[in-house]
Nanobody, 119 residues
Framework: QVRLVESGGGLVQPGGSLTLSCTYSERPVGMKNMGWYRQRPGKERELVAS???????DYARFVKGRFTVSRDSAKNAVRLQMSELKSADTAVYYCNVGGFRLAGPYDYWGQGTQVTVSS
């Protein structure tokens, strides 16, 4: 079982910056991408940003230009740099590792880290 551990969440003022980090215990066979999702209060979980094992990135429209996702394959880590934070970015942020095996697709999740944007 692959374990993901997030860190870096906390309280930040509007307009501020925060960096989330995630390390995964091992690189699973067939891993294709890593990403960050978030769940705002009363809302469903949504994709924030993702990066493939080849370094291709994808961002939700609401974070483009403000957030940057990156990976460090040597350290089994993925990072989310967030800037120009808004109160609407308040959410629990989850790290994700996804891929495919013979048995089918898989997803591994971290426990989540709270980000609160408030003055």
């Amino acid at each position: 079982q692959v374990r993901l551990v997030e860190s870096g969440g906390g309280l930040v003022q509007p307009g501020g910056s925060l960096t989330l980090s995630c390390t995964y215990s091992e690189r699973p066979v067939g891993m294709k991408n890593m990403g960050w999702y978030r769940q705002r209060p009363g809302k469903e979980r949504e994709l924030v940003a993702s990066i493939t094992t080849r370094g291709e990135t994808d961002y939700a429209r609401f974070v483009k230009g403000r957030f940057t996702v990156s990976r460090d394959s040597a350290k089994n880590a993925v990072r989310l740099q967030m800037s120009e934070l808004k109160s609407a970015d308040t959410a629990v942020y989850y790290c994700n590792v996804g891929g495919f095996r013979l048995a089918g697709p898989y997803d591994y999740w971290g426990q989540g880290t709270q980000v609160t944007v408030s003055s």
